[in-house]
């Protein structure tokens, strides 16, 4: 049966099963999957006939009923979508979902010379700035190519300072090269220039470098400290309190984990601020169905731009005090701060400035990266965590967990160093990493102010000031005619609105259902980092869509 099916395929079938005419042919003389001769011709001659002969019909590129002659069964897979962990299949990251599968489709159409109504697909759906145009700090990267390549040591084009940052990193290193493995919590001289640096930023508040893990980015510390967080079973089992909107990798690895998701609603009609009440009621809501002991905190905000003030942050501290809540805040927008008034307080120095029934009880953890701010380096993976008041056992167990996966990327932490241990005054290098830097968070504060600014120019859409971060989460109203139409596609709204956006303009923005929000209420998210001329065009295409949109659904 099998040789017959073959000799019936046409030429353009059997090319399509990776096999020439001749071959095909030759296959099915020698008597299809099963004939020696065929295996050993048209496969590997090294490979012996009887190993081939019980291969299933589909690694041979023919029907499944034209196997196992003698009746029996084909082997299944052991591992299926039925089989696999069902906590993975719960995981949803939104901001490299669907729509952003979709634009990276187009893109390849586009290059294949097929036609659009858009030229070009622009990519505002994540913070990664260097993929956006923002260039790199040069001290950085001198540094960097320096550790990489140390015979550059001899080259006088680079600045000394460079050189000096260069030798004292490597001397760090196990063999004077990045390419060592590191010690698991991070390489010591880099963990205490992270000490310096924190303590600096907080005004002289102690930070004790044994204290300090250098991660994987934020994200790899957050999701360790979850790891950490989540036990018990049914109503015992951990709930994590996080804002919506939020960033999605804290649903994915509650979900990973198998944890409880506590959401709590941050205040849109006041930019996105914080509202303990508002804590309190998701708090006593989930304590029917599972134990709440954490609370995650992102200032400034991700996805909505805000800063939270300092007595909003006192309120926090005071409300996980008396909740016996674990507190995490991710910081790692720190330096992104554009809103006059606005300030960054890190909830450490906050911490302490509230004295010591706070100070010696409340346990945190904070987070700061090298991908975001005026770095934007995303790609190197750096970053580092540091943990307060944390049980000694439970610390002990950290550095365990952290040693299963040997250490951070060394180049990630060596860029971590010069993050938080950049030139000083005098250096070489110094006059022109301060242009530089001064320059990214200029251009940054000054689209921020024009996202704002042009969005709320359109009727149906509302946007908060963006404060800090990267990102501006504008509510758009959508007609009750497109919202059916979104429904009866299987989509929410949100979703249906943004890939229709993309089809028509090639503007790639991320659906606010991706991130929570209110019932009844509509967001995306774009990010503010594209340069200034295209942003301008992003925008302008957005309003033109959304008037035609509200228009073809009114």
């Known amino acids: 049966m099998a040789a017959a099916r073959i000799g019936r395929l046409s030429h353009g079938k059997v090319a399509r099963l990776g096999l020439t005419r001749s071959r095909g042919e030759a296959l099915a003389a020698a008597g299809g999957c099963g004939g020696v001769p065929a295996v050993r011709s048209l496969t590997s001659p090294f490979l012996p006939a009887r190993a081939m002969a019980g291969l299933t019909a589909t690694r041979c590129g023919l029907p499944k009923e034209s196997v196992a002659e ?21 995981v949803e990251y939104a901001v490299r979902g669907p729509i952003v599968q979709r634009a990276v489709e187009l893109e390849k159409e586009l290059f294949e010379g097929r036609k659009k109504p858009f030229q070009e697909v622009i990519k505002a759906n994540i913070g990664d700035a ?104 049914g109503a015992a089992r951990t709930g994590v309190m996080i804002s919506i909107p939020q960033y999605p990798l804290y649903s994915a690895a509650l979900a990973e984990l198998g944890a409880v998701q506590i959401n709590y609603y941050l205040n849109e009609e006041a930019c996105w601020s914080m509202d303990i009440s508002e804590l309190q009621r998701a708090l006593n809501e989930a304590r029917g169905h599972c134990n709440p002991r954490a609370l995650c905190v992102i200032n400034p905000g991700n996805p909505t731009g805000q800063v939270q003030n300092r007595k909003c942050i006192e309120d926090v501290i005071r409300f996980a005090a008396k909740e016996r809540l674990f507190l995490m805040a991710d910081e790692v927008y720190q330096d992104n701060v554009y809103a006059d008034g606005c300030q960054f307080h890190s909830f450490k120095k906050v911490l302490f400035e509230m004295g010591p029934e706070y100070s010696n009880t409340v346990e945190l953890a904070s987070f700061h990266s090298t991908s975001k701010c005026y770095m934007g380096e995303c790609g190197f993976r750096g970053g580092y965590m540091e943990i307060i008041n944390m049980d000694d056992e439970v610390k002990a167990q950290l550095t365990k967990l952290v040693s299963v996966r040997l250490c951070p990327p060394v180049p990630g932490q060596a860029l971590m160093d010069l993050v938080v241990n950049p030139p000083r005054p005098g250096e070489p290098s110094y006059d022109k990493f ?89 967001h995306f998210r774009m990010t503010i980092l594209p340069p200034t001329d295209k942003l301008k065009i992003l925008l302008s295409k957005v309003k033109e869509f959304h008037q035609r949109f509200t228009k073809q659904y009114s």
């Open 434 to 522: 301060m242009k530089e830097r001064t320059a990214t968070l200029s251009a940054l504060a000054d689209k921020a102010k024009l996202t704002e600014e042009v969005l709320n120019t359109v009727p149906g859409i509302s946007c908060n000031p963006v404060q800090g971060a990267m990102y501006s989460f504008p509510r758009i109203s959508i007609p009750e005619k497109a919202v059916n139409e979104a429904a009866g596609k299987g989509q929410q709204p949100d979703m249906f609105y943004c890939m229709r956006l993309l089809e028509e303009t090639g503007i790639c923005l991320v659906p606010g259902s991706g991130f929570g929000q209110k019932d009844g209420t509509y």
């Open 130 to 233: 260097h993929a956006m145009g923002q260039q790199p700090i040069t001290f950085f990267r001198q540094v960097l190519a320096l550790c990489s390549y140390p015979e550059l040591l001899n080259d006088s084009t680079f600045p000394e300072d460079t050189k000096s940052r260069a030798r004292r990193i490597l001397q760090s290193c196990g063999g004077n090269s990045m390419g060592s493995y590191s010690a698991s919590q991070g390489i010591d001289s880099v963990r205490q220039d992270v000490a310096r640096y924190v303590q600096q930023r907080d005004g002289g508040v102690y930070c004790d470098p044994d204290n300090i893990y250098l991660t994987t980015g934020a994200s790899d510390g957050i999701v360790t400290m979850l790891k950490l967080l989540v036990c018990g079973e």
């Open 70 to 90: 003698n009746g029996a069964s084909p082997r299944g897979k052991v591992l299926t979508i039925d089989t696999m962990n069902p906590t993975v299949k719960m």
